[in-house]
C-alpha cells in the first residue's frame, strides 16, 4: 500500500493498493486535527495500522509574504518521518502536486473526485503524480483511460 499525505490542520490522506481492481484500489479522506485530543499520536496510529510500504508526503514550503502562517503541517512531518524510521517504511518527500497535471477535471474523469474534499484532493493529486511517474503500466492505463474521457 502507498500512502500520501497533505499534512496540515485537515490532513488530506490517499491510498493505493494494486492488488485490488480498478477504483477500488483507491481511497480518499480527511483527518481534521480539531477533532483529537491527540491529533498527532492519532495521525500515528493510522499509519501504523496501515501498513503502508510507501508514505508519499508533500514538502513543507514557507511562504515569506503570507501572514499568520500555521505550522501544524511541520509537526505532522516530524510525526509521519517517525513513523517512517520507526517501523523501517520507504519515505518521500515530494513537492506540491497543486497546478500540475492532475486538475480535477482529470481526477473526475478517472472516477476519484470527492466533493468537498479539497485536501483528500491534494493527497490524491500527490498520489496520481508519482503514480505516473514511477508506474509504467498504471501510467499507461490511465492515460488510454484519460484519452478516452477527455
Given at each position: ?13 490517499a ?56 505550522f ?22 515530494v ?56
Open positions: 500500500m502507498i500512502v500520501a499525505l497533505d499534512p496540515g490542520v485537515t490532513t488530506g490522506i491510498t493505493y493498493q494494486s492488488k485490488l481492481i480498478g477504483n477500488d484500489r483507491f481511497r480518499a479522506f480527511e483527518m481534521d486535527s480539531k477533532v483529537f485530543t491527540e491529533p498527532h499520536w492519532a495521525l500515528a496510529q493510522m499509519l501504523v495500522a496501515m501498513h503502508p510500504t510507501l508514505i508519499l508526503y508533500e514538502a513543507f514550503v514557507f511562504r515569506q509574504d503570507k501572514t499568520g502562517a500555521v501544524t503541517g511541520v509537526e505532522f512531518i516530524g510525526v509521519i518521518e517517525l513513523v517512517a524510521q520507526r517501523y523501517d517504511r520507504e519515505i518521500k518527500k513537492p506540491t502536486a497543486r497546478g500540475g497535471f492532475w486538475d480535477n477535471k482529470k481526477i473526475k474523469a478517472v472516477g476519484l473526485y470527492i466533493p468537498g474534499k479539497p485536501h483528500a484532493m491534494d493527497a490524491t493529486r500527490l498520489l496520481l503524480t508519482w503514480l505516473m511517474k514511477n508506474d509504467e503500466e498504471w501510467r499507461a492505463q490511465t492515460l488510454e483511460k484519460l484519452k478516452q474521457v477527455l
